[in-house]
């Protein structure tokens, strides 16, 4: 159960779980304590790199009890669960600190094969999705083509049936990783610039791609710089019409926005909060004065942000249009995880230095500590990808406050 002080009308808004969701959840609960791997499950609870293969037999667990793909239809191996039982499931998972399953084939182009691919591309794509027997990554970004990204110049010219693929793509995590990218490419560049795109699926092994690693200031590599150089891919791999792969991207965008919120995330590192809290204390640190109200704060923005969540989430279950609402989740979510791992840098002080040259390279802290400051470097970029939070400020300021 969730309270929430200060609506708009000064009355309590609250949240209950019905016994049905309370029983799913303990479903969820149960089965977790299971299966989750405790190795992995430590990785993601220090912010250690879960490996690829670590990742892949989670999957596979997860969709062997058919819980891989919550967000899909029961007909294509998913749960049918609406978006409030998806909700408890991520909760679940993150407090059990399950790794996130590859988001670009689970939310990103797995949906997107749902709603607009053909029969042969659901029946070759969904199943090794879902089994994460192919990965794919998401080449949207380009050099000149960020937020406004409807300006893409990767340009597929038809010779055939095939497309030849020329251009550029950036800031493309896991490539390194992927088997596959789907892409934004312009395939008309005499009409107006949304009209004039459509949506490839490309094996990323295919003669004429090569990539150049782009490291964060972690020293992790995060991204990549994705080369196309006449590159042959067939024209059965477009998703959706030839010059209609605005619709596409857009609803790929639109299914994302609506888990954005970043709640489950948010109430993991809350939790880590709480312990580290307890251990410095344990430890007879000295913490910054205010720690503990500040942390207190940060519950309270947390509550609001899942109550805000939940009322939007319910609302869709209930057959409601959502129109922008979900870049308010996406902005206070994003800076909800930031401003947490500012407190969680602080508290561990010293010991957010990863290792000690004097003992030879060794970690001189807990495992606990270890992480915490790349964790806080790598998530600077979640208030830019996926849309940055200028971009939903003007989305907020112009679509739900109608200025
Ligand atoms: C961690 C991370 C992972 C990413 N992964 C991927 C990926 O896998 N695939 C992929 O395709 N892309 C990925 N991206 C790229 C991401 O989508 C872009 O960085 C983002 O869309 C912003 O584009 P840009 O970097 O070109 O910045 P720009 O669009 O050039 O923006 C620069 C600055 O100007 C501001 N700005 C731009 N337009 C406006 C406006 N209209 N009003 C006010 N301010 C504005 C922006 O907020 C920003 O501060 C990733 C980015 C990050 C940080």
């Known amino acids: 159960m969730m309270e929430v002080l200060g609506s708009e009308t000064g009355e309590v808004m609250q ?14 609960e149960d089965f977790l304590k299971e299966n989750l ?71 990103m182009v797995g949906p997107a094969i749902i709603k607009y691919g053909s029969e042969a591309q659901k029946a070759e794509f969904l199943p090794k999705i879902r089994n994460a027997d192919l990965w794919f990554c998401q080449g949207y970004s380009e050099p000149q083509a960020g ?3 409807a300006s893409v110049r990767t340009r597929a010219e038809r010779d055939g049936d095939d497309y030849v693929v020329n251009g550029s793509k950036i800031w493309t995590s896991g490539a390194e990783m992927a088997d596959w990218i789907f892409c934004l490419v312009r395939t008309n560049p005499d009409v107006q610039q949304q009209k004039g795109i459509s949506f490839l699926l490309l094996d990323i092994t295919s003669p004429g791609v090569s990539l150049k690693p782009l490291y964060a200031f972690n020293g992790k ?11 042959r891919v ?17 609803s790929l965008l639109g299914d994302e926005r609506l888990m954005v919120s970043r709640v489950a995330e948010n109430k993991r590192i809350l939790a880590n909060l709480r ?61 909800l995880v930031q401003a947490q791992d500012e407190l969680l840098f602080t508290l561990v002080d010293y010991m957010a230095l ?22 806080r470097y790598h998530h600077r970029g979640f208030t830019i990808a996926g849309g940055s939070s200028e971009v939903q400020h003007n989305i907020i300021a112009k679509q739900v406050l109608g200025l």
Not at 49 to 71: C, Y
Not at 354 to 372: F, I, R
């Open 15 to 28: 949240y209950q779980f019905s016994t049905e969701q309370l029983q799913f959840q303990q479903q969820v």
């Open 37 to 107: 791997p405790a190795s992995v499950a430590t990785k993601v609870r220090n912010g250690a790199f879960v490996s690829k293969a670590e990742l892949t037999d989670w999957t596979r667990i997860l969709n062997a009890r058919g819980w891989a793909a919550p967000n899909w239809p029961e007909q294509y191996g998913g749960t049918g669960w609406n978006l409030t039982y998806r909700h408890i499931f991520d909760v679940a998972c993150r407090r059990h600190h399950a790794p996130a399953l590859s988001g670009f084939g689970f939310n």
């Open 147 to 149: 937020s406004d990204l």
């Open 221 to 231: 590599r995060l991204w990549n710089q994705v080369f196309f150089e006449d590159v």
């Open 234 to 250: 067939p024209v059965s791999q477009r998703l959706g019409d030839e010059d209609r792969g605005w619709t596409v991207a857009k």
């Open 275 to 335: 312990e580290t809290f307890a251990h410095q204390v344990q430890r007879g640190i000295n913490l910054p004065e205010g720690a503990r109200t500040h942390i207190n704060e940060l519950d309270i923005r947390l509550q609001a942000l899942e109550a805000t969540s939940l009322r939007i989430l319910t609302a869709f279950d209930g057959g409601d249009q959502i129109g922008a609402e979900p870049s308010m989740l996406k902005l206070k979510g994003s800076e």
């Open 354 to 375: 990863p290792l000690d040259a004097a003992t030879g390279g060794e970690a001189v802290s807990p495992d606990w500590a270890e992480y915490v400051a790349s964790g």
